[in-house]
């Protein structure tokens, strides 16, 4: 079983495409959104959808994803089950649970994500893309908006996401890499590149290169304001 846990917040642009994205695979999963207090059409939008399990939890990624879990750990699953955080911005490929089916059939594979891809043809998010599967292919840290699996019997076993406010992915993934060896799949994932627009282009790759420097040599934590959300 796939269990596909999207976090949510005023995400009523992206969250059609994103959730008809899971739709159009193939094999058995379960979806739940777990929203942080929109106040757009998001919720109306999940709710239009019977068999899509919404919940809510307290603004943030990490807590929310931690709640969508832990319902996971209510129902009748298995320790091997994937649990696939996947953002409410990003579109899964095509064959990303048949992909997914077959990994489940090797017990070595306990964890991964999906190359990454922006949206649109502009040159420069090409390059952060590349950068990102770069980097990713060298720390083995994968980035949530890579569309994090990992087995449900191992997410529980390293205590789930840190209640942190960024990074939560990151320190995720240090934890798992105690255990095992993310895989990367080659299937990119595609992320809406209006953030980075909005944001300017030059300046979200800046921040990108700092976030890599932050990660690789353990500078200071950033303030909260660095992410500021961006719809």
Not at 9 to 15: G, H, K, M, R, T
Not at 61 to 80: D, F, H, K, P, W
Not at 151 to 173: H, K, N, Q, S, T
């Amino acid at each position: 079983m796939i269990w596909v846990i999207i976090p949510t917040f005023n995400e009523e642009a992206a969250l059609p495409q994103t959730l008809a994205s899971v739709f159009q695979q193939h094999g058995d999963c379960q979806i739940i959104v777990v929203d942080g207090g929109s106040n757009d059409r998001t919720p109306d939008i999940v709710r239009a959808h019977d068999h899509i399990t919404f919940l809510t939890a307290p603004k943030g990624r990490a807590s929310q994803m931690n709640v969508g879990a832990n319902y996971v750990l209510t129902q009748q699953t298995s320790s091997e089950d994937w649990l696939l955080f996947l953002h409410a911005d990003t579109l899964l490929p095509a064959q990303a649970f048949m992909q997914l089916h077959h990994l489940a059939s090797n017990p070595s594979w306990q964890a991964g994500g999906f190359q990454h891809q922006f949206s649109g043809q502009d040159w420069r998010l090409r390059m952060i893309s590349w950068l990102d599967n770069f980097r990713c292919y060298h720390s083995q840290i994968i980035y949530g908006d890579q569309a994090l699996f990992v087995r449900a019997g191992l997410f529980y076993r390293v205590g789930g996401f840190p209640l942190l406010p960024m990074l939560e992915d990151v320190r995720l993934c240090e934890q798992l890499l105690l255990h095992t060896t993310p895989r990367l799949l080659a299937s990119p994932v595609v992320t809406d590149a209006r953030k980075f627009i909005q944001m300017g282009i030059w300046r979200s790759f800046f921040r990108v290169l700092l976030i890599i420097l932050h990660v690789e040599f353990g500078l200071p934590t950033f303030r909260p304001a660095f992410f500021a959300d961006v719809r």
